[in-house]
């Protein structure tokens, strides 16, 4: 399962993403029996990495890719990929 967000640069930086992505991990917690979650983005983006970062999430070692769909000389080819395990979420406080 992924979990992904994306705003308008006027509403970025107002903690809507982090509001969304706490309450979309609580409703996955609550309602499913998947024990993982995953994000990913390019390395440039760091509010995203950051933001994920914050909700718990760890970059996932040897989890680097390159999008099949993006053209490889693009900036944004290359992703990173981040992940909580059900069990990382008490490490959050949430």
Do not use: C, K, Q
């Not at 024990?35 to 990495?49: L, Q, R, Y």
């Not at 996932?60 to 053209?71: E, N, Y």
């Amino acid at each position: 399962m992924e979990i992904g967000w994306r705003f308008e640069p006027a509403h970025r930086g107002h903690g809507y993403a982090f509001e969304a992505a706490r309450a979309s991990l609580d409703h996955v917690w609550a309602t499913t029996d998947t024990d993982h979650i995953v994000a990913i983005t390019v390395p440039a983006n760091a509010p995203s990495w950051r933001l994920m970062e914050r909700l718990g999430m760890r970059r996932v070692a040897g989890g680097d890719f390159d999008h099949p769909f993006v053209p490889p000389d693009s900036p944004l080819h290359r992703h990173i990929l981040y992940r909580i395990d059900r069990s990382g979420v008490a490490e959050t406080g949430w």
